[in-house]
């Protein structure tokens, strides 16, 4: 079992930054790729990055290319999501997520991950 706790979160006016961290414990996350999903209000949860084992590998959804950076330290068994130039459409419940791997790939299905965080509330103001 993994658990993964989200923090960072928080209430920033639009243009600022937020870095989201998420720690996980129970196992090592070396064997499992790594993710960012975001949720609505009375919407689906969406993909928003991911990153491979070693880090060698990352994705983002179109929206956030340019702006989000996703990293991990698996010495330290985290996460991280750097979000700058926040947006008021980035408001949203952000989880992280593990999947197991057998390869250092990353992935962006959600069906895909094993485990979840609780989520952490990004509010970005106008």
């Known amino acids: 079992q993994v658990q993964l706790v989200e923090s960072g979160g928080?209430?920033?006016q639009a243009g600022g930054s937020l870095r989201l961290s998420c720690a996980a414990?129970?196992?090592t996350l070396s064997n499992y790729a790594m993710g960012w999903f975001r949720q609505y209000?009375?919407?689906e949860r969406e993909f928003v990055a991911t990153i491979s084992?070693?880090?060698s590998a990352t994705h983002y959804r179109d929206s956030v290319k340019g702006r989000f950076t996703i990293s991990r330290d698996n010495a330290k068994n985290q996460m991280y999501?750097?979000?700058n130039n926040l947006k008021p459409g980035d408001t949203a419940i952000?989880?992280?997520a593990a999947a197991e791997t057998f390869g250092d790939h990353f992935v962006v299905t959600e069906a895909l991950y094993d485990y979840w965080g609780?989520?952490?509330?990004v509010t970005v103001s106008s």
Do not use: E, H, I, N
């Not at 609780?118 to 509330?121: F, K, P």
């Open 10 to 12: 928080g209430f920033v």
């Open 25 to 27: 414990s129970g196992r």
């Open 41 to 43: 209000p009375g919407k």
């Open 53 to 55: 084992w070693t880090g």
């Open 81 to 83: 999501l750097q979000m």
């Open 94 to 96: 952000y989880y992280c």
């Open 118 to 121: 609780q989520g952490t509330q």
